[in-house]
């Protein structure tokens, strides 16, 4: 097999029930995301798929090095926020090999095309990190049609150069992402494959369509909280959707379809318009909502339509197949800490075993998964849960299985020991609080 192109698409604040294919209701405009689910359809979705974080740049600084966020800096911030501009500590070291960057030693043409969040240049920047060419925006968050970022910053970029365009942020992202595909094609069908991540920053606030630029023109704060609906929500899903079906017909247009790799999933939990059922919390939570996310893949040379599978993985694992998949070698001063997923594509109904860990500054959350089983910390409460009969973590067995309790409690503390500690500078920032919104 050629190593075949690879299209990583990462929506942004994206809950585990928002799509279609993973239970959405539809929304009055019919189907949320029937392109995103046609990928499902054809390919692999997965049931028991997390992200590193549940929230942005921790599982960003995952997904680029392929180990746990703990072990840079930046990673340990939840999340990096506009202040850290000029920061020469918060952000991804260039030094550190990435995906992109690997992947462009084993002979991929590499882009990102959308959100980086990952710190500032000089310091930091994507075409530091290992991508050859950059469209998109630095920050966590962006208004959809100003491309300023909180802090009012313009914050679009081509490369490192600061570049306006108008329209509707998803659309320009969706657009340049064709774009990118139709200059590559030639030379995918040459034998240079491209690696192109395209990270939207749909469906995270503000709560604009494309239709809406007349609600960004009189908007106060990014974080809008005197706006938005589930309907809005849902056609912005809608419209990010709808751009994935023109990358899908332009690789179609090309020849490309039947050995590009297509990746979906979100950096975190849903926020506050999404729909996590039957899951329980959100974005900065190590509940299931936080962290349970959709992965769907799709690559018609290898993977079986229709397959649907339960291998638990995080984030860091699908980097690592990638790598993998595209005859990448991680650097030997980097071990990952990623495992690859590649013999679960081809074979959807081979898992394997796969601990998982998780830790959060915010509330002293830790989260361990296990087979059916999860040890969860909360402030000073600690759960253990069986999430094949309770995925929504309501019937704690921390005292009927005390035993299993303890011991997956060990298991944590010795997994804590082997990456950095949280310093005591770490920010952690919350977008609202139950003055803004009332809480469950
Ligand atoms: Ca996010």
Redesign the pocket.
Known sequence: MNQPNIIFILA??LGFADLGCYGARESVWGPVSPHIDSLAAGGLRMTQGYANSP??SP?RFALMTMRYQYRVRGGMEE?INSKSKGSTTLGLPPEIPTLPSLLKQAGYSTALIGKWHLGYPPAFGPLRSGYEDFYGIMA?GVDYFSHCSGKGDHDLFIGEQEHHDNGYLTDLLSHRAVGYINSKAASAKSGKPFFMSLHFTAP?WPWETRDDAEVSAKIGNLFHLDGGSIHTYHRMIQQMDEGIGWVIQSLQDNGLLDNTLIVFT???GG?RFSDNWPLVGG?MDLTEGGIRVPWVAHWPAVIPAGSVNSQHCMTMDWSATLLDIGGGTPHPDYPLDGVSLREVLSAPDKTFERPLFWRMNHRHQRAMRDGDWKYLKVDENEYLFNLAQDERERANLSAKESVRFESMRKRYLEWERTVPSIPQDAVVSLVYSPKDMPQR
């Open positions: 942004d604040d929230v942005c599982t999340p966590g995270h979100s950096d975190n926020e974005k």
